[in-house]
């Protein structure tokens, strides 16, 4: 089992890449007719979407391995972070290219003015300096410092889901979906975190912990 | 009294005479007949001839029914066209009120009989920064309103689209927050100008539900989301009516929304538009112009305001 979950967790991240590596190239030679009448816009809000489910998949992934009981997942950690960071890092290079035009006043005015992309954009500027320490060498050399850098993948998430919910017109049940999930990651990390700590956790946090661990 | 005279509209604002007078034949007919009737395959021809406004080129009927915003039907550019047969148009009835001599309860047949509809080829520019050439059949509003008489007090005229949540699937939507049914505004000479527009037809067919069918307004000067479609109710007031976007978010649209490169919405630049079609290498991007290219024609009807105020 667990040697195929490598490849599966490869196959999983990059299905949605290589469809759009399809579509791109079906796009390229035939235009408008896999991705519509403003393809640019299709291509940066579908790496947009798939960023962020990577990104609340990476935050599942430590959750799921305490409460399925699987020490293995910890080892696909990495490689869901930085299948997000990938992602979300082709999102702005796509931003970048198809909607800016690598022009780079309407970028610094968009970074500047327009709330949502300056959200994104320090969620991403969040992710980077994990995706870089994310070696073992790294781990390594920052030792228990790394543990404290690499939470500020909870920033990023946050970050990115206000990026989403500030960029929403209408028709907010996508972004509470998500929400709902990121809350009951972290719910369950709060639950973790005051069970490490004995009974000296506020009472809020021990009727949470009770509450997902099932009562008792 | 103020008389102002209609402002002329340039040449290279209108389709050649030519061809919209063998379209005219053809869609006097076509528009007599049922909405749902098909028009002639004949028409393809005469209407590939027609060049957009400054020789811009017209976006492809594909484009212009395939790719929509009208939340009632989807979030989705897409939704509109995949859902939008799910409404109802005929029988359609129009709801007529306010300050005017014949208010009242019509037929749309009714309303738009007699009148035959004109070839208008007009940009469309949405306030999301993408941009169109639509090639539209219509009826001047102000021809339309005349029939009811407004009345010395009728300053603005407000509309409002179809609420019928068991066809529109928007309208049934969860987490929504928008207040349907949508409605929209003008103000009285804003509605009476020679440019202003009730759709009925686009590319020499009757109008498809998902671009607002049987009519919809077209307010060439104006971001998209003032051209209301899929229209019920026409209603003359003296106070300014409410607009759906203003109501669902007020710091973002306004009541005017008249195109204007120099006032940026807070989520998109103003200043450049992406004409559709659009592709991935040539983003086909330009300059936005003020009014929307429609300044001379315009641009009197606010004279004296301050635009960044009244976005």
Same mark, same amino acid.
């Not at chain 1, 000296?200 to 509450?211: D, K, W």
């Not at chain 2, 179809?162 to 804003?190: C, H, K, N, T």
């Given at each position: 089992?667990?040697?195929?979950?490598k *490849?599966?967790?490869?196959?999983?991240?990059?299905? *949605?890449?290589?469809?759009?590596?399809?579509?791109?190239?079906?796009?390229?030679?035939?235009p408008?007719?896999?991705?519509?009448?403003?393809?640019?816009?299709?291509?940066?809000?579908?790496?947009?979407?798939?960023?962020?489910?990577?990104?609340?998949?990476?935050?599942?992934?430590? *959750?799921?391995?305490?409460?399925?009981?699987?020490?293995?997942?910890?080892?696909v950690?990495?490689?869901?972070?930085?299948?997000?960071?990938a992602?979300?890092?082709?999102?702005?290079?796509?931003?970048?290219?198809?909607l800016?035009?690598?022009?780079?006043?309407l970028?610094?005015?968009?970074?500047?003015?327009?709330?949502?992309?300056?959200?994104?954009?320090?969620?991403?500027?969040?992710?980077?300096?994990?995706?870089?320490?994310s070696?073992?060498?790294?781990?390594?050399?920052?030792?228990?410092?790394?543990?404290?850098?690499?939470?500020?993948?909870?920033?990023?998430?946050?970050?990115?889901?206000?990026?989403?919910?500030?960029?929403?017109?209408?028709?907010?049940?996508?972004?509470?979906?998500?929400?709902?999930?990121?809350?009951?990651?972290?719910?369950?990390?709060?639950?973790?975190?005051?069970?490490?700590?004995?009974?000296?956790?506020?009472?809020?946090?021990?009727?949470?912990?009770?509450?997902?661990?099932?009562?008792s | 009294?103020?008389i102002?005279? #209609?402002?002329?509209? #340039?040449?290279?604002?209108?389709?050649?005479e030519?061809?919209?007078?063998?379209r005219?034949?053809?869609?006097?007919?076509?528009?007599?007949?049922?909405?749902?009737?098909?028009v002639?395959?004949?028409?393809?021809g005469?209407?590939?001839?027609?060049?957009?406004?400054?020789?811009?080129?017209?976006?492809?009927?594909?484009i212009?029914?395939?790719?929509?915003?009208?939340?009632?039907?989807?979030?989705?550019?897409?939704d509109?066209?995949?859902?939008?047969?799910?409404?109802?148009?005929?029988?359609?009835?129009?709801?007529?009120?306010?300050e005017?001599?014949?208010?009242?309860?019509?037929?749309?047949?009714?309303?738009?009989?007699?009148?035959?509809?004109?070839?208008?080829?007009?940009?469309?520019?949405?306030?999301?920064?993408?941009?169109?050439?639509?090639?539209?059949?219509?009826?001047?509003?102000?021809?339309?309103?005349?029939?009811?008489?407004?009345?010395?007090?009728?300053?603005?005229?407000?509309?409002?689209?179809?609420?019928?949540?068991?066809?529109?699937?928007?309208?049934?939507?969860?987490?929504?927050?928008?207040?349907?049914p949508?409605?929209?505004?003008?103000?009285?000479?804003?509605?009476?100008?020679?440019?202003?527009?009730m759709?009925v037809?686009?590319?020499?067919?009757?109008? #498809?539900?998902?671009?607002?069918?049987?009519?919809?307004?077209?307010?060439p000067?104006?971001?998209?989301?003032?051209?209301?479609?899929?229209?019920?109710?026409?209603?003359?007031?003296?106070?300014?009516?409410?607009?759906?976007?203003?109501?669902?978010?007020?710091?973002?649209?306004?009541?005017?929304?008249?195109?204007?490169p120099?006032?940026?919405? #807070?989520?998109?630049?103003?200043?450049?538009?992406?004409?559709?079609?659009?592709?991935?290498?040539?983003?086909?991007?330009?300059?936005?112009?003020m009014?929307?290219?429609?300044?001379?024609?315009?641009?009197?009807?606010?004279?004296?305001?301050?635009?960044?105020?009244?976005?």
């Amino acid at each position: 089992m667990s040697r195929f979950l490598k *490849p599966v967790v490869w196959l999983i991240c990059g299905a *949605p890449l290589v469809w759009l590596g399809y579509a791109v190239s079906v796009e390229v030679r035939h235009p408008g007719a896999a991705l519509g009448a403003d393809p640019g816009e299709a291509v940066v809000l579908y790496l947009g979407e798939w960023g962020l489910r990577m990104l609340l998949l990476a935050l599942a992934v430590t *959750p799921l391995r305490r409460r399925l009981r699987w020490p293995e997942l910890a080892r696909v950690r990495r490689l869901v972070g930085l299948f997000a960071f990938a992602y979300l890092s082709l999102h702005f290079v796509a931003y970048l290219g198809f909607l800016a035009e690598f022009d780079w006043s309407l970028v610094v005015e968009d970074l500047g003015e327009r709330t949502y992309i300056t959200a994104g954009a320090l969620a991403l500027l969040a992710l980077l300096p994990l995706a870089v320490t994310s070696t073992r060498g790294w781990q390594r050399r920052l030792g228990r410092r790394w543990r404290a850098l690499h939470r500020l993948v909870f920033a990023a998430a946050a970050l990115g889901l206000l990026h989403l919910l500030w960029l929403t017109k209408d028709g907010y049940g996508e972004v509470l979906a998500y929400l709902v999930i990121f809350l009951v990651l972290m719910l369950e990390r709060l639950s973790h975190w005051s069970r490490q700590h004995g009974r000296s956790g506020p009472t809020i946090l021990r009727a949470v912990q009770r509450g997902l661990s099932g009562g008792s | 009294m103020l008389i102002r005279r #209609p402002p002329k509209i #340039p040449s290279s604002e209108i389709t050649p005479e030519s061809v919209f007078r063998a379209r005219r034949r053809l869609l006097g007919a076509a528009l007599a007949v049922p909405a749902a009737l098909a028009v002639p395959a004949a028409l393809a021809g005469a209407r590939a001839a027609a060049a957009g406004p400054d020789g811009e080129a017209v976006t492809p009927e594909d484009i212009v029914t395939s790719y929509n915003n009208f939340y009632e039907f989807g979030m989705d550019k897409g939704d509109p066209a995949r859902y939008a047969g799910e409404m109802t148009v005929d029988p359609w009835s129009v709801e007529v009120g306010g300050e005017c001599g014949k208010p009242g309860s019509y037929a749309f047949e009714d309303v738009i009989a007699g009148f035959t509809p004109e070839d208008r080829v007009y940009r469309f520019r949405c306030v999301e920064a993408w941009s169109m050439v639509v090639p539209w059949l219509g009826i001047p509003l102000k021809d339309i309103l005349g029939r009811f008489e407004p009345n010395g007090n009728a300053r603005f005229v407000e509309f409002t689209t179809l609420y019928r949540p068991s066809e529109m699937r928007g309208q049934r939507a969860l987490f929504g927050s928008i207040d349907w049914p949508y409605v929209e505004g003008l103000r009285m000479d804003e509605a009476m100008h020679p440019l202003t527009l009730m759709a009925v037809g686009v590319y020499g067919k009757p109008l #498809p539900n998902q671009n607002g069918a049987p009519w919809r307004l077209v307010v060439p000067w104006k971001y998209g989301f003032k051209s209301i479609k899929s229209v019920v109710k026409i209603r003359f007031t003296g106070s300014q009516p409410k607009n759906t976007w203003n109501l669902t978010a007020p710091r973002e649209y306004g009541f005017f929304a008249n195109v204007n490169p120099n006032v940026d919405h #807070p989520r998109w630049s103003q200043a450049t538009e992406r004409r559709l079609p659009s592709s991935l290498f040539n983003p086909n991007r330009r300059e936005t112009l003020m009014f929307n290219g429609y300044a001379e024609e315009v641009g009197g009807l606010y004279a004296g305001m301050d635009l960044r105020r009244h976005f």
